[in-house]
């Protein structure tokens, strides 16, 4: 989808204290072959904080940062991978009552690690629908503090995963970045590679049920070899990724070579060498170096690792980002953004007064 005068006007991000993975080591919980062929140096973890409550910090340093108040904001998706909160409630509730109001549309959107993306397509069209041209704000926060999953050992290519948020303020007057461009493919071909073997009911969290993406995959991939299926699946798996970012390139009018940064799930470095491979791009014209101090932050990877490029000064007006990845479903999202220009941004890391 080729975008038009459509702007990021602000971003905000919280990461709790990060504990080294040599710590994680040391403590039984990750093998020492394991952890340092990951490359990953440290993992984000909240403890107690709930993710809705690290949204709202993100949030308010985005709605700080774009200068806009409650009141210019007329639409709120909230993204998340794992549980937000009690069972039948969602954290737009919360942000809303401690933010920005009740005068506007506030959905969760539950779209994988891809959520950021998905929500950033729907704001698009509702900004340029809405005749007072008010503002829309994304968020993303998680926090796998649970019994349910093993934050050392989710199972899939030795993932780390952190908690945090990220938040971003998006409208039709020029901000500090562009959103040229975002496209989506979809390989449903594989969408039991993240259920193999589970049943669809009763949903697994309901029984008490480990997730264990690994497994799953690895039994998905066994079946496939099986049937004589899995090469023809893993070529198509590597070319809807191909086609994915090429045409978000296209759209934006750029070339892979007009790129100045790609910015990337959280993954292991032989993982991240190989996707950023597959896609024409080099590991350090990525964001992997920062990603493996926090770990994976599921959909708030993006706009953590945007926040970091700014708050560091490793961006300049004119550069060319491209933000890719993939999840379950297969989803496949793309999306160029143009720096405009680099104002000062907060440290994220400390609460709003009061909570």
């Known amino acids: 989808m080729r975008i038009q005068d459509t702007y990021l006007t602000g971003i905000g991000a919280f990461l709790p204290p990060v504990t080294p993975v040599a710590e994680a080591v040391a403590r039984g919980l990750i093998p020492p ?19 809705p409550q690290m949204a709202l910090t993100a949030a308010t340093e985005a709605l700080k940062h774009s200068g806009r108040g409650a009141e210019d ?3 709120l998706l909230c993204a998340g991978v794992w549980h937000q909160g009690p069972d039948g409630w969602g954290p737009q509730y919360y942000l809303q009552r401690h933010l920005l109001g009740d005068d506007l549309l506030a959905v969760e959107v539950r779209h994988g690690c891809n959520g950021v993306f998905s929500a950033l397509e729907l704001a698009v069209p509702y900004l340029h629908a809405d005749p007072r041209q ?26 780390y ?16 970045a562009q959103l040229l461009s975002i496209c989506t493919t979809t ?18 969290a309901t029984a008490g049920t480990v997730l264990d993406f690994g497994a799953r995959a690895q039994r998905f991939q066994e079946q496939a070899i099986e049937r004589g299926d899995w090469i023809r699946l893993l070529l198509g798996h590597q070319r809807h990724n191909v086609e994915c970012t090429a045409q978000a390139l296209d759209e934006a009018g750029v070339t892979a ?53 700014l708050t560091e000064g490793e961006l300049k007006p004119g550069d060319n980002l491209l933000l890719c990845g993939y999840s379950p479903g297969l989803t496949y999202k793309a999306a160029v953004v143009r720096i405009l220009d680099v104002p000062a941004t907060g440290a994220g890391r400390s609460l709003p007064d009061g909570l």
């Not at 072959?33 to 993710?51: M, R, T, Y």
């Not at 390989?187 to 697994?204: D, I, K, N, Q, T």
């Not at 590991?283 to 493996?292: A, D, E, H, K, Q």
């Open 33 to 51: 072959g394991e952890a340092q062929d990951s490359g990953i140096s440290g993992v984000s973890i909240a403890g107690q904080l709930p993710a």
């Open 73 to 75: 904001i007329g639409l």
């Open 134 to 159: 008010r503002g829309a704000v994304i968020t993303a926060a998680d926090n796998f503090g649970s019994a349910l999953i093993d934050r050392w050992s989710s199972g899939e290519s030795r993932v």
């Open 161 to 176: 995963l952190g908690d945090g948020a990220g938040a971003v303020v998006l409208g039709r007057t020029p901000g500090f």
């Open 187 to 204: 390989y449903s071909a594989m969408e039991e590679v993240h259920r193999a073997g589970e049943p669809l009911f009763p949903p697994g």
């Open 257 to 309: 070579d007009e790129i100045n940064r790609v910015l990337i799930h959280a993954m292991p470095r032989q993982a991240a060498s190989s996707y950023l491979k597959i896609l024409g791009f080099p590991l350090n014209r990525s964001t992997w170096n920062f990603s493996r101090t926090i770990g994976h932050l599921g959909a708030a990877d993006h706009l953590v690792a945007l926040h970091h490029l």
